[in-house]
């Protein structure tokens, strides 16, 4: 399946941008009435053929349209301060795309290694991850935000903080309900601040261990969003 990504899309012709045109005819080698399959981002999928292989505008024919394409059955949002090497926090975007997440908002801890961030590279690899694996929703990916100002947005019985210290022992297993929407916190590689540890709990913010091991930043976010994958397959009423 050829699918292309087209958050513009709204009638029932389509031209291709410049760079999926030449994805589309020069790489893929796609011809004039060959079908190929459209996502908006947000749930919708449509079939199109193909009415002119131009190499810089590729023009196309909308013939049916599919809604709630891939959607989840659960809502994950993974909140992580990124990382320093900023390969690495790619890097967990695009697995936990695959994986299957809602949403991703990237944290500003008292301890990151990182102030900045480019979110319009980091969407990029979202959508490239989002065509790969076949999905009809990009995730919401939020701005760099302070982590006081974002757990004042959460709801605290469905969002857990994941930290090193010793109060920390109980898994999401044990909090997990399917009907809910579960925000996970991911700190930076220095953890969260005593003082962010406390802000959290005074709003009702509960902690968990994602394991025994001492997981890198990326690796525990990935660790977070596919643990709540398998709960749901496991917990969800037939």
Request: glycine share 4%; charged share 25%; hydrophobic share 35%.
């Amino acid at each position: 399946m050829h699918l292309f990504y087209t958050p513009d899309i709204s009638e029932d012709f389509y031209t291709l941008t410049e760079d999926e045109s030449k994805h589309c005819t020069r790489v893929l080698r796609l011809q004039l009435g060959d079908t190929v399959y459209l996502v908006d981002g947000r749930g919708c999928r449509y079939t199109a053929i193909i009415q002119d292989a131009h190499q810089k505008k590729c023009k196309l024919q909308v013939i049916d349209k599919q809604t709630d394409y891939g959607k989840l059955p659960y809502y994950v949002h993974i909140a992580v301060a990124p990382t320093k090497n900023m390969d690495r926090i790619e890097w967990f975007v695009e697995k936990a795309v695959e994986i299957g997440v809602s949403a991703i908002t990237f944290l500003e801890c008292e301890h990151s290694e990182r102030k900045q961030l480019r979110l319009d590279r980091i969407e990029k690899i979202a959508v490239s991850a989002m065509k790969q694996s076949q999905k009809g929703f990009l995730p919401l990916l939020n701005e760099l935000t302070p982590f006081e100002r974002f757990i004042q947005t959460c709801i605290p019985q469905d969002t857990f903080i994941a930290h090193l210290e010793d109060d920390a022992t109980k898994s999401i297993r044990e909090y997990y309900k399917h009907d809910r929407q579960h925000c996970i916190l991911i700190g930076p590689e220095g953890d969260f601040s005593q003082k962010e540890i406390a802000a959290a709990y005074a709003l009702g913010i509960k902690p968990v261990t994602l394991g025994q091991s001492r997981l890198r930043t990326e690796t525990a976010a990935l660790v977070a969003c596919h643990t709540l994958q398998v709960l749901h397959d496991i917990y969800a009423p037939l």
